[in-house]
């Protein structure tokens, strides 16, 4: 995610490979990865959940972080768009 944020041209979402890729990471992705891990289906809802319930926590954390406004406001933008991938 730092990466994206000073470096606009980095289209990857992730620094490692999730389901064989690096960008465009969906909900899916993640379904493969954990069924690969051996989580069931409640597992897997449980890990989506507690990442729904993180991110206002997230949210916050970035509105009191020490990055500059414009950063913070890039930031939430990706944190944002990869959500709507995800969940």
Known sequence: ???ALVNP???EDLALTLNGKKKKINRNDF???FRTMGLDP???ENIFRKMINAKSAWMNFIGIGFLSDDFKERLIKIIRERFDRII
């Open 1 to 3: 995610m730092a990466t």
């Open 9 to 11: 041209a980095d289209k």
């Open 31 to 33: 379904i493969t990865a």
């Open 42 to 44: 409640k597992q897997q």
